[in-house]
């Protein structure tokens, strides 16, 4: 029996012509985009036009935490002013009635 061998050359030049017969590839939309100056600089003014809008958020959000913490501590305060209250009207109470009696 004979084994058949694949012939190196043939081979090769089998792809090389199913290479050549495909169709060539579609360019690349990028290279089709090519970007102006305009265009790069409306874009960069954008991104910087947000860049402030978060910055301007950031500093909001700050001054907010800060008013938090400021009006945590008046509640506590006032929680403060009014357990004391409540505890100096009940002693003035039981000492009225400790008079009264």
Do not use: H
Not at 25 to 31: D, G, I, L, R, V
Not at 62 to 88: C, S, W
């Amino acid at each position: 029996m004979r084994r058949v061998r694949p012939n190196t050359s043939v081979l090769l030049l089998t792809l090389m012509v199913a290479g050549c017969a495909s169709e060539p590839a579609a360019p690349t939309k990028q290279a089709d985009k090519i970007l102006s100056g305009e265009q790069m600089l409306r874009d960069s003014q954008g991104i910087a036009q947000l860049g402030s809008r978060w910055q301007e958020g950031k500093q909001m959000v700050e001054r907010g935490q800060v008013m938090q913490r400021e009006g945590q501590i008046k509640i506590d305060e006032g929680r403060n002013l009014v357990e004391e209250g409540q505890k100096i009207m009940r002693e003035s109470e039981e000492g009225y009635k400790n008079i009264k009696q």
